[in-house]
């Protein structure tokens, strides 16, 4: 799910139920857009998700369309449940860099299977204090949190990363090879980073999986995530973070399996990372 858009209009969400309800009511777009005297651009993005109505939008739509009791009630739980999706972000965000990777500590702590499926990125636990900074400074410019946290919010990342010494947990990281070599830091400290994802992936409980350029792919990679245990599945936007249970957060578990497969790992994964510090230093 790639942002509130793909939620709005996934299969039996808000967008889907609201365009059936027009439709049903025997309305074009124009004339329930006259109706309601908007756009008919408005009732196309809502339609397309691209637009989340507000209450008062919900409630004009449900009203002209005459909408039963029982589709009152759906309609206004799913928006409900989107109105908070899509501030659960910039909540945390309020609360302060610091806050969020608390937050992130005490997840990670509970689960005793972490898996994290990265297209650009490097793993946050994995992360070197340099590339992990950059990062943060990155939430700083687009959430506007306060720029004061970056130090603290930087080391608490770094102190998160200790559970990867509790053996008696199971990492599976898998990265594509994008991830380590887009450029989201300075050269010599991606260097560093490169180095620290070679050295850190030689513990026998932790796995690296690395899916190469030209490499035929059983799944589209539509967003990185972290899995939590069996249970919790986190993807983050640029516009928010959305968290997952039960039938949603297993498919994103089958998404990790799929991608698992069409990865490379122990020796074959080390060249491919070997090969981006090579030909990153022969340039740098």
């Keep these: 799910m790639n942002s509130i858009e793909d939620w709005l209009r996934r299969p039996g969400g808000l967008a889907g139920h609201l ?9 074009t777009g124009a004339e329930l857009a006259r109706r ?18 507000t209450d008062e939008d919900l409630s004009g739509w449900l009203t002209t369309c005459d909408a039963t009791n029982a589709a009152k009630a759906t309609l206004t739980a799913l928006l409900a449940e989107a ?15 610091s806050a969020i990777q608390r937050n992130y500590d005490q997840m990670v702590s509970k689960a005793s299977r972490i898996r994290n499926a990265e297209i650009v990125y490097i793993p946050g636990l994995l992360q ?14 687009l959430h506007g949190a306060n720029p004061d946290e970056v130090d603290s919010a930087t080391a608490r990342r770094m102190l998160r990363q200790q559970v ?13 090879e994008a991830a380590l070599r887009v450029l989201l830091c300075p050269p010599l400290d991606m260097l560093v980073q490169l180095d620290r994802v070679l050295n850190i992936t030689d513990m026998p409980h932790i796995t690296l999986g690395v899916i190469p ?3 035929q792919l059983s799944t ?29 957060a297993a498919a994103y578990s ?16 080390r060249k491919v990372v070997e090969r981006a510090a090579a030909e990153l230093r022969s340039i740098t």
């Design 254 to 269: 089958t998404v990790m399996e799929r991608l698992a497969n069409d990865a490379v790992y122990d020796a074959e994964a």
């Design 36 to 53: 309601l005297s908007w756009t008919q651009s408005k009732v196309s993005k809502i339609e397309t998700g691209k637009q989340m109505p």
């Design 83 to 97: 109105q908070a999706l899509h501030q659960e972000w910039r909540q945390q965000v309020r609360l302060g860099q």
């Design 164 to 176: 990867l010494y509790d053996t008696s947990k199971k990492f599976d990281f898998l990265v594509f």
């Design 128 to 141: 070197t204090p340099s590339y992990a900074r950059s990062r943060i400074e990155e939430g700083v410019q």
């Design 220 to 248: 589209a990679p539509q967003n990185s995530f972290l899995l939590l245990g069996d249970d919790l599945a986190i993807v983050e936007t640029f516009i928010g973070e959305y968290m997952f249970h039960g039938e949603e």
């Design 19 to 27: 365009r059936d309800l027009r439709r049903g009511a025997g309305f």
């Design 213 to 215: 350029f030209g490499r």
